[in-house]
């Protein structure tokens, strides 16, 4: 079964402290996607990954393709990181099928 | 200027009633989708409509119909509501699909419906 675990489920940090958050897949893919999700309920894609890094202000995602394995760091975390982040992939054996992680509730404390 | 736009917000609604939700997307996609976050947050893709015509339809319902005027315009409309329907739905789109995830996705403020 494809599956995408995230670790932490939640994470609980205090200002300024940098964060990681884990995806890990079963099978290969062809992308591998970070969201996240406001308290509010909006969404807002962060990166698109296939290989290598990517960094985006203070946020910096990897992936390891050999490893399937992505992290998503946060450096110098603020209380506005507050968010839920989601992990998710396209599969490259199966077309167009998506499958999503659980997310990770992040809370940044001041 | 918002890019992905949902109507309505909050939508509560009795059993059996039938429902629609519109979204519209002004970035000039290709491909618009509809997925369900269930009450553990979870999402799940529904359905991806790549120039109005249908690419992605996972095990969702036949009470469940996207319909997609235009490229710009993916609606769904759910028939016979039931209590497991409540849930909040995120509009998205992208340029021309390649399974969502090749291209950056841009999604909607979501609507939370209720069934109750």
């Known amino acids: 079964k494809n599956e995408v675990e995230q670790s932490p489920q939640n994470l609980t940090a205090q200002e300024g402290e940098f964060i990681t958050i884990n995806c890990s897949y079963s099978?290969?893919?062809?992308?591998l996607h970070w969201l996240q999700q406001h308290p509010g309920g909006g969404i807002v894609s962060l990166f698109m990954l296939s290989s290598g890094k990517k960094k985006h202000g203070r946020l910096i995602a990897t992936i390891n393709i050999q490893e399937k394995h992505s992290s998503l760091h946060i450096t110098a975390s603020h209380p506005r990181d507050s968010a839920v982040y989601i992990c998710a992939v396209r599969w490259a054996t199966s077309g167009s099928r998506l499958t999503f992680g659980e997310g990770t509730q992040l809370t940044v404390n001041p | 200027d918002t890019a992905v736009s949902q109507t309505p917000k909050y939508l509560v609604t009795q059993m059996g009633n039938d429902k629609s939700i519109k979204c519209e997307q002004n970035l000039g996609h290709d491909t618009m989708y509809w997925y369900k976050q269930d009450s553990k947050k979870f999402l799940k893709i529904m359905f991806s409509y790549n120039n109005k015509e249908l690419i992605i339809n996972e095990t969702v319902p036949n009470r469940f119909s996207p319909k997609s005027p235009d490229k710009a315009h993916l609606n769904l409309h759910i028939n016979s509501l039931e209590l497991g329907d409540s849930a909040v739905y995120f509009c998205a789109s992208s340029r021309r699909d390649r399974g969502l995830l090749n291209t950056e996705a841009f999604f909607g403020q979501g609507t939370r419906l209720t069934v109750v």
């Open positions: 099978v290969g893919i062809s992308a």
